[in-house]
């Protein structure tokens, strides 16, 4: 079966620091993998899409790796803020839809 | 502005009553989309439309149904038929059906409980 496997413990790092995420799929073919924000009682937000032919992307402070040898996409987070605190989440193509991951809750203390 | 509004925030339902969902949105998009998300879990998919007056299952549509009469519009209802629905509920749209290459924009979810 699919499945999308993000790290289920929290992540408490320090401001300042960078913050790596870890989104590992298994039976996808994804031509396209997304990350996701989500804050505790609203909707996920958009972040950033990353095509199988694209190693790395960024955004301001934001880095996505997607590796589809290994199966995997690394989220960095640079010069990480207390206002990062989140749950991120990753999402892979299935069909028409979006599947999603469970999320990786970060906490980013002063 | 622009976006996708979900209504009520909080509901609540009481046994063997069908509840409805609402999600409307201003973004002249396409297709929508409804997901649950329960505590520690991630976002699972219940229906989806691509286009008005046609719309698919998703992994977990036994117990909801929906409609797409407008294309702003599509509303969820939880039927008496879905034995645990309390959960999360996110309405979803994108500009168009590819939904593995579009970005999926949400709004702020409903509240489901079951008094």
């Known amino acids: 079966s699919q499945k999308i496997e993000q790290n289920s413990e929290a992540l408490n790092i320090q401001e300042g620091k960078t913050a790596t995420l870890t989104c590992n799929y298994t039976n996808y073919s994804p031509a396209y993998l997304q990350w996701y924000r989500q804050d505790p009682g609203r909707g996920p937000v958009f972040l950033l899409l990353?095509?199988?032919?694209?190693k790395e992307k960024r955004k301001e402070r934001l880095k996505v790796t997607f590796d589809t040898t290994l199966k995997q996409s690394l989220f960095h987070i640079t010069a990480s803020q207390p206002a990062d605190s989140a749950t991120y989440l990753c999402?892979?193509?299935?069909?028409?839809?979006?599947?999603f991951g469970k999320g990786t809750s970060l906490l980013v203390t002063p | 502005d622009g976006g996708i509004t979900q209504s009520p925030k909080y509901l609540f339902r009481k046994e063997g009553q069908n509840v409805t969902l609402s999600c409307e949105q201003n973004l002249n998009h396409d297709a929508m989309y409804w997901y649950r998300q329960d505590p520690g879990q991630g976002l699972r998919l219940i229906y989806y439309?691509?286009?008005?007056?046609?719309?698919q299952k998703g992994d977990i549509a036994e117990g909801y149904s929906v409609s797409r009469e407008k294309k702003e519009s599509f509303p969820l209802t939880v039927t008496s038929a879905q034995k645990n629905p309390t959960a999360f509920y996110l309405c979803?749209?994108?500009?168009?059906?590819?939904?593995?290459?579009?970005?999926?924009?949400f709004g702020s979810g409903t509240q489901l409980s079951v008094l």
């Open positions: 999402a892979l193509g299935s069909g028409y839809a979006l599947n």
């Open positions: 979803a749209s994108s500009t168009t059906p590819q939904g593995r290459r579009e970005k999926l924009f």
């Open positions: 439309s691509q286009i008005v007056n046609d719309f």
């Open positions: 990353i095509r199988e032919n694209e």
